[in-house]
């Protein structure tokens, strides 16, 4: 195994434990899934990993979490759902931050953007497959997500400069 590799997985093993254990914690706090606790960490390591640990540890995660913790819910398909928002939060800011130079700003609105996206269009074929109407159930999607998407965009960035002033072995590039 090579180090980048051992980079990769260390750090998807890492961020993966976190999107396990912020749920539970948010809920028990009785935050819900306002603030997108399973999104956060898999945003950080958009930045941290290559597209390919990204995409797949995004889409992953929320299929473990389900077969883990119950949550997000199997049925009605909520980690599914997830498991595409995920694969676009963290591999959207991979790919746009390891080939756009490392433009920390563009990588993290584009992924934001793409995670919100992708969730409002699931959300409104959902809702039309359940009988619900499509617009309210996707746009009430978008307003519930609003104090999650403010976390990601204040949480994010001051890791990821964080990580890059601390340097070292896993963090570098």
Do not use: C
Request: hydrophobic share 60%; proline share 8%; aromatic share 8%.
């Amino acid at each position: 195994m090579t180090k980048a590799t051992l980079r990769n997985v260390v750090l998807s093993a890492a961020m993966g434990a976190l999107a396990l254990a912020l749920p539970i914690a948010f809920h028990a706090a009785g935050l819900g899934s306002r603030f997108l606790p399973l999104l956060q960490p898999l945003l950080i390591l958009g930045f941290l990993v290559t597209p390919r640990w990204a995409f797949a540890t995004g889409a992953l995660m929320p299929w473990i979490s389900a077969l883990m913790t119950g949550m997000p819910p199997i049925y009605p398909p909520v980690a599914a759902v997830l498991s595409v928002e995920g694969a676009m939060v963290a591999g959207v800011a991979a790919l746009i931050y390891r080939r756009g130079r490392g433009s920390l700003w563009i990588a993290l609105l584009a992924s934001v953007a793409a995670s919100r996206l992708s969730g409002f269009a699931l959300s409104y074929l959902l809702a039309s497959v359940f009988d619900l109407p499509p617009a309210f159930a996707s746009l009430a999607m978008l307003v519930q997500s609003l104090p999650g998407v403010a976390l990601m965009l204040t949480v994010a960035p001051a890791v990821v400069l964080w990580t890059r002033r601390r340097g070292g072995p896993l963090f570098g590039s």
